[in-house]
């Protein structure tokens, strides 16, 4: 990584204004459900505090769109990064205006102030240069540690460097340096996993990783669209119809390379699209009119298998079923138990953020994995091989 960070700047006696990502998950009474991005920004914060700055935290909490709405406060995150900090975290009535800045010069080393959710105001996303002006006027300096809008050239992310100079946190750092090695520098074999839903959402990352890769896995909905390619019947499954011809160019590229490119060999079917639906496991040849495929069944797990242990760099990006349905979970456990064995043999195993990132966190696998990306659509442009726009913005070394 050739960005400055935290360490390279003197922050005693100093204000920073820190870009964290603390859009966690709330329930319906407004409590979090999961900290994980809380706890995730700790470091930078810790060694901020530490080295005797002021810290002014800033993020955004859900999609208000431009307008305040109350169950989207930031109120529970100042009081669970108080927990987690032991040490009061004061909450902004707002982000910016005469209050905001009043409370911000009166800070001083060693104390933090939350700023109030950054989206409800629309300039945030529009990255209106004088609401970029007002946030970077409440600090001296300015710390990017959220990888997960990294990909968003925002007032907060992008805007606010034109007028501060920025450096990246711990959190930005390890982002940038895990998933950069992945794809720059890989010990090889390397191995990429690519699920999800739809090939239109990962045509640039297939096209990228056909290029790295020495093997890679498909599974998810997407796997349907490269099975009708390949000209299997498969039922009133999930299908990018309009995708085949791209699908069909990707495998015959592959098979170019003579990249190993595996594809589904049996599938678990259901009548429906539903928790409760009926199912059963079929090779991939037969399935049924009307039935669906919603994972992949244990065979194509054990063909996974035996290409994942002889990796030593593994990405996953995607989960390989419906994994919100635990009939339709056991394709992306199974995957992440892999993954777990192959990281305590050494492999370096990189989990690229949204779906995949929650189904590690929720098998209680996080911490079996090398590293699990915090940015899912940050991740996927890093790995489609994209600029992004609130790295782009910090400074080099």
Known sequence: ?????????????KRVL??????????????????????????????????????????????????????????????????????????APDCVGP????????????????????????????????????????????VNDAFGTAHRAHASTEGVTHYLPGVAGFLMEKELNFLGAALENPRRP??????GAKVSDKIAVLERLLTLADALLIGGGMANTFLKAEGYEVGASLVEEGKLDVARDLLMRARERKLELVLPVDVVIADRFAPDAQWRVVPRDQVEP???ILDIGLETVAAFRQVLEKAQTIVWNGTLGVAEMP???RGTKAVIEILAACTARGATTVIGGGDSAAAVEQAGAADKMTHVST????????LEGRILPGVAALQDR
């Open 18 to 91: 820190v870009r964290v990502d603390f859009n966690v998950p709330l329930d319906e009474e407004g409590h979090i459900t999961d900290d994980t991005r809380i706890r995730a920004a700790l470091p930078t914060i810790q060694y901020l505090l530490d080295h005797g700055a002021a810290v002014i935290l800033m993020s955004h909490l859900g999609r208000p769109k431009g307008k305040v709405v109350e169950k989207l406060r930031m109120a529970p995150v100042a009081v669970r990064l108080s927990e987690l900090l032991q040490r009061p975290v004061q909450l």
């Open 99 to 142: 209050q905001v800045e009043e409370l911000a010069r009166a800070l001083q080393p060693g104390q933090v102030l939350l700023l109030e959710n950054l989206r409800f105001h629309a300039e945030e996303e529009q990255n209106d240069p004088a609401f970029a002006r007002r946030l970077a006027a409440l600090g001296d300096l300015y």
């Open 190 to 195: 390397f191995v990429a996993v690519i699920g």
């Open 1 to 13: 990584m050739n960005k400055k960070t935290v360490r390279d700047i003197e922050v005693e006696g």
């Open 375 to 382: 940015g899912g659509g940050a991740s996927l442009e890093f």
């Open 290 to 292: 009307g039935w669906r």
């Open 327 to 329: 009939a339709f979970a």
